[in-house]
């Protein structure tokens, strides 16, 4: 079983960074695949990024080059990194872990934290 705990979230204006972290806890985490979702009021939950096991990443479009995910196996932590913030950023972001090859559908993932609300104001 694997756990996921997230933090970093907060309020933050326009044009402003935050960093977010994820500690994973309960299994061997270099061999998951790790991701940030984020979900905004009225809408579904979809990826903003991806760290496969084989170092490969992916950005959904609305995040890249704005947005860095990276992860630390030694520490069993994901972050994302996330410079030039817009109000559309504002969403809850959740953390998430597969043990297989997981793609963009979150059906594809199996676990899940609770969740870091991300207020960008402008």
């Known amino acids: 079983q694997v756990q996921l705990v997230e933090s970093g979230g907060g309020l933050v204006q326009a044009g402003g960074s935050l960093r977010l972290s994820c500690a994973a806890s309960?299994?061997?985490?270099?061999?998951?695949?790790m991701g940030w979702f984020r979900q905004a009021p009225g809408k579904e939950r979809a990826v903003a990024a991806i760290s496969w096991r084989s170092g490969f990443t992916y950005y959904d479009d609305s995040v890249k080059g704005r947005f860095t995910i990276s992860r630390d196996n030694a520490k069993s932590s994901v972050y994302l990194q996330m410079n030039s913030l817009k109000p559309e950023d504002t969403a809850v972001y959740y953390c998430?872990?597969?043990?297989?090859?997981?793609?963009?559908?979150?059906?594809?993932?199996?676990?899940w934290g609770q969740g870091t609300q991300v207020t960008v104001s402008s």
């Open positions: 309960g299994r061997t985490f270099s061999g998951a695949a």
């Open positions: 998430a872990a597969a043990l297989g090859t997981p793609t963009r559908s979150q059906s594809s993932w199996n676990y």
